[in-house]
Antibody
């Protein structure tokens, strides 16, 4: 069974940093396209960024609002995806979902984690 | 980036109704479109990808159509479990990946 479990969310002050983790099971992250999507409280979904699989050159793309501040990382030995959040702003407050298209090498999300809440506030 | 719009933003319907949600892209995206269902406090669930391909395990009352800039999600006979918010997503990564604002289907 495919499972994605996020962790690492919490309360952080503006300008601070946080690292989110996404532990995957039931498949191998190495060749999967792995994506982060966020949802601010009471708002819609927002694509954050994606890392392609090793067979697709591991290309990483980010949404404009987070480019230069957020970094997607992957640890194949732990079958885990990470999202490093730096220079956090209040508008980054959201539930962050880890997602994957599994065997579909496209930017849609077939499987989702339960999400982890990041709150940026002083 | 491509802008996605959805209409209506809220839809009131009854069990058994045929429901149609429209999603429009600001420029042509071919069939690079997916539909998701989200219930309160839960992660979204993929319903349709590539505009009209039904995801495995999704009931056949859900269907998608369209190409270019206009797309529709249809629920042929609304069931109690279908009251939720629905999002479209264009996933042509060369054009930036974006979601629509959502359509809430309520009783």
């Amino acid at each position: 069974e495919v499972q994605l479990v996020e962790s690492g969310g919490g309360l952080v002050m503006p300008g601070g940093s946080l690292r989110l983790s996404c532990a995957a099971s039931g498949f191998t992250v190495t060749n999967a396209w792995m994506t982060w999507v966020r949802q601010a409280p009471g708002k819609g979904l927002e694509w954050v960024g994606r890392i392609k699989g090793k067979t697709d050159d591991e290309t990483i793309d980010y949404a404009a609002p987070v480019k230069g501040r957020f970094t997607i990382l992957r640890d194949d030995s732990k079958n885990t995806l990470f999202l490093q959040l730096n220079s956090l702003k209040s508008e980054d407050t959201a539930v962050y979902f880890c997602t994957t298209g599994l065997d579909m090498r496209e930017d849609f999300s077939r499987s989702w984690g339960q999400g982890t809440l990041v709150t940026v506030s002083s | 980036d491509i802008q996605m719009t959805q209409s209506p933003s809220t839809l009131s319907a009854s069990v058994g109704d045929r429901v149609t949600i429209t999603c429009r892209a600001s420029q042509s995206i071919g069939t690079w479109l997916a539909w998701y269902q989200q219930k309160p406090g839960k992660a979204p669930k993929l319903l349709i990808y590539q505009a009209s391909s039904l995801e495995s395990g999704v009931p056949s009352r859900f269907s998608g159509s369209g190409s270019g800039t206009e797309f529709t999600l249809t629920i042929s006979s609304l069931q109690p479990d279908d009251f939720a918010t629905y999002y479209c997503q264009q996933f042509n990564s060369h054009l930036g990946v974006t979601f629509g604002p959502g359509t809430k289907v309520e009783i």
